[in-house]
């Protein structure tokens, strides 16, 4: 079973940057897809990017620009990289990986704060 663990989370100021980690543990190999979502307080959870097996990244509007996925196969790792943060980014943010069986499976979140 495909085991995830996000790290890198924190407090940022505004327009700072931060860089996020999903690592895949056991048969990461059967990971076609990994994303990342995020909850605001008080919100629904929010998708923001997509990396394919094959290094096609996808964005949410609201990130489009600023943030940056990427994957390496060798560390079984995704990455987001996030700039030109703001207040509205604070969120728990959450990463998945999308099975080649279309299960998806969730890691357990950190937490990322912007503020002054």
């Known amino acids: 079973q495909v085991r995830l663990v996000e790290t890198g989370g924190g407090l940022v100021q505004p327009g700072g940057s931060l860089r996020l980690t999903c690592q895949a543990f056991?048969?990461?190999?059967?990971?076609?897809?990994m994303r990342w979502y995020r909850q605001a307080p008080g919100k629904e959870r929010e998708w923001v990017a997509t990396?394919?097996?094959?290094?096609?990244?996808t964005y949410s509007d609201s990130v489009k620009g600023r943030f940056t996925i990427s994957r390496d196969i060798f560390r079984e790792a995704a990455d987001l990289q996030m700039n030109r943060l703001n207040s509205e980014d604070t969120a728990v943010y959450y990463c998945?990986?999308?099975?080649?069986?279309?299960?998806?499976?969730w890691g357990q979140g950190t937490q990322v704060t912007v503020s002054s």
């Open positions: 998945s990986a999308v099975l080649d069986d279309r299960r998806e499976i």
């Open positions: 056991e048969r990461a190999f059967l990971i076609a897809a």
């Open positions: 990396i394919t097996r094959d290094d096609r990244p």
